[in-house]
DNA sequence: GATGAATGAGTGTTCATTCAT
DNA sequence: GATGAATGAACACTCATTCAT
C-alpha cells in the first residue's frame, strides 16, 4: 500500500510528460523520450501502459474526461453550446492528439471516457438545437467531425487569427432564420 | 528516347501507388510497400524520388497541379468560387496528402505547382469577394486552413453525409447579410 | 549499481569483437557482423556506440591508451626510444586500425586518448634526440608518419621476415655519424 | 572495325576516370561516379570491366606497366635503383591503389603486368646489390613492402617535407659501411 | 556497342517491447 | 515496483550488377 504512492506520482508524471510531447510534436515520439522527460525508465512507462497505443489511449481519456467535467458544470441556456465549442477548442491547442480524440481513433482503455463525454455534449447540443440556435439536423458525431476539422484548422492560421475557423463553423451552424 | 517508355511508365506507377498508400495510410507506409505496389523494386523507387520527402512531394504536387488546372476552367461567376470548393473536396479524398498541401508542408518540388495552385485560387476567392458572396475579411490562405478543416471533417463523417462539412463551412463563409 | 555488470561485459565483448574485426578486415565489416560475434543484438551495439565511427573511434581510443600506458612505464634512455617503436609495431598487428589511429582519422572520443600518446611519445623521441641518436631534424608527427609506413610495410611481409620494416626504419633514423 | 575507335576511347576514358577517382577517394567510390566522369553510361564501364574488382585490377595493372616501362629505360649504373625508387614514389601520388598494387591484392587481370614489373625491378636491385650500395639481404618482394610502407608514411606528411619517407627508406636501405 | 533504368541484397540506425537486476 | 540494458524487426537509402531498348 505505501509503495503504491510513487506508482501513482509516476502514473501522473508519465501522462503529463505524453500530453506535452504528443501534443508538441505528434505521436511519432519515441516513448524513450517520453520516459527521459517524465524521469522515470523506460521500462515504468510500459508498466503502467503495456503498449505505445495504450499510452496514447489514456492521454485521450484524460483530456476527454476534462472536457466531460467542464460540459457538465455548464447549464443549458441556448449560448451555452457556443461556449463549450470555444472552450473545446481553446483547450485544444494539443489538437494532434485531441483531433484524433473525436473520431474513433481511440483505444479500448478511452471507451468509458468518451462514453461521458458523450452524455455531457449530447445534452447540451439538445438544449441548444431545442432553442433552435443550432440547425436541427446536426448529430452529436457530426459535431465531433465538424469540431475536428475546426482544430485542423485553427492549427495552420497564424496566432493573429486564431478563432477564425471555429467562429466559421459556429455561423455555418446557426440554425437559418425562418426566411429561407 | 526510347528507353524512355518503361522510366515514364514506371514513374506514373510509383505515383499512383503512393497516391493510394498515402491517401489510405498516411505517409507513413514504409517506401517498400509502395514499391511492391508499382510492381517494381526499391531501388527504382529512389532512382526516381530520391528521397522520401521527395515522393511525398511530387504526389502532393501532382495533385496541386489537377487543381490548379480545374481552377483555370472556371469562369467568374460569384458562385463558381463554391463550386470550385465542393470540387476540391470531392477530389480531397486522399485528404492526408492533400491537407498536408495546404499549409506549408510542401517540399521545394512543389513550389512551382504550389504557386499556380495560388494564382488560380486568388482570382476565384476574389471574385467571390467582389460580388459580395464570400466574406471580404478572409484571405486565401486562410480559405486555405478552412480547407483543411473541411477536409479533416469530411472524412471523419459517414458516406452518407458526405458533404455536411463543405456545406457548414459554406454557410459559414458567405458574407452575412446587411441586417444584422 | 547492479544491472551494470552485463553492460560492462557486452561492452567489452562488442570492442573486442571490434578490434579483431576491423583488425582483420577493415572497418568496411558490417556492425551486424559485429554484433553478431561479440553475441549480442543489433542495437546493443549502437547503445553503447551510437555511430560506427564512434565504435571504430573507441577501438582507436582503446589502443592508443595502451600504447600511451606503455610509454610511460619506459624510462629515458637514448634506446628507449627504439624499444618503444619496436612495441609500438609489435602491437600494430591489427594495424589497419592504428594506422588510421596515426594520422588525424581520429573521432572527438580518441582525442583525450591522442593527447596522452603524444605527450609520452615526445618525451621518449626528445630523449632519443638529444642523445644524438636519432636525426635531430624530425618531428613526433613525422614519426609517426613513417610508423604508419612501417606498419604498411610489415603487413605485406611473411611472417619470418616480420620486423624488416622496422628494422630498415631504425637505420635510416639514426643520426648519420659525423663523417658525412 | 570501325565502331571499335569509339569502344577504345571509352576504355581509355574509364580508365582515366577511375584512376583519378581511386587514387583521390580511394577504391570506396561507386561506379556510377566514375562513369558519369568519364561521360560513358553505367553499363558501358561493366562491358569493358565486368567487374568493380576488375576495373581496380586493371588500373593497378596500367600504372604497373609505366613503371616496368620506366624501369627497362634506366640503365645499370648502381645508384640507378635509388633513382627508380625516387621516381616510383613521385608516381605515387594515388598510392591508394599502387600500395595495393605492391602486395598481392592484384585480380587476374594484372598477372601479367606485375611480372613485367618484377623482371624490370629484379635488374634494378641486383645491380645495385652488386655494387655493394644495398643491403645484399633483401628481396625484390620485400623491397616492394618497403615501399607500399613508404608511399603510406608520404601520404602522411604535410607537402613541405614530402620525401622524408623515401629519404629515411633509402638510408636504411643502404649497405652497412664495413666498419661495423 | 552504348545507354541508363531496374534490380535487390545489404547497411547503418531507430524504437517498441522484454527482461535481468 | 523501478530501472535501463538488450532485443530484433523495421526503415530509408546505396550501389554493384543486369537487361531492355
Do not use: C, W
Amino acid at each position: 500500500m505505501s509503495p503504491r504512492a510513487d506508482a501513482v506520482r509516476n502514473r501522473a508524471r508519465i501522462l503529463t510528460a505524453a500530453r506535452e510531447a504528443f501534443g508538441r510534436d505528434g505521436v511519432d515520439v519515441p516513448l524513450d523520450t517520453i520516459a527521459e522527460r517524465a524521469g522515470v525508465g523506460a521500462g515504468t512507462v510500459h508498466r503502467h501502459f503495456p503498449t505505445k497505443e495504450a499510452l496514447i489511449g489514456a492521454v485521450i481519456a484524460d483530456r476527454l474526461d476534462q472536457l466531460a467535467g467542464r460540459a457538465a458544470e455548464l447549464g443549458d441556456q441556448a449560448e451555452d453550446f457556443f461556449i463549450y465549442l470555444a472552450e473545446l477548442v481553446d483547450s485544444g491547442r494539443d489538437n494532434l492528439v485531441l483531433s484524433a480524440a473525436l473520431d474513433g481513433t481511440i483505444g479500448t482503455e478511452g471507451a468509458a471516457s468518451a462514453a461521458r463525454l458523450s452524455g455531457a455534449f449530447d445534452s447540451l447540443l439538445a438544449a441548444a438545437q431545442g432553442a433552435g440556435v443550432v440547425r436541427a439536423d446536426v448529430t452529436a458525431a457530426e459535431v465531433h467531425a465538424i469540431l475536428a476539422g475546426v482544430l485542423a484548422t485553427e492549427s495552420r492560421l497564424p496566432p493573429e487569427r486564431r478563432g477564425l475557423g471555429l467562429e466559421v463553423a459556429i455561423a455555418g451552424l446557426r440554425a437559418s432564420p425562418p426566411s429561407r
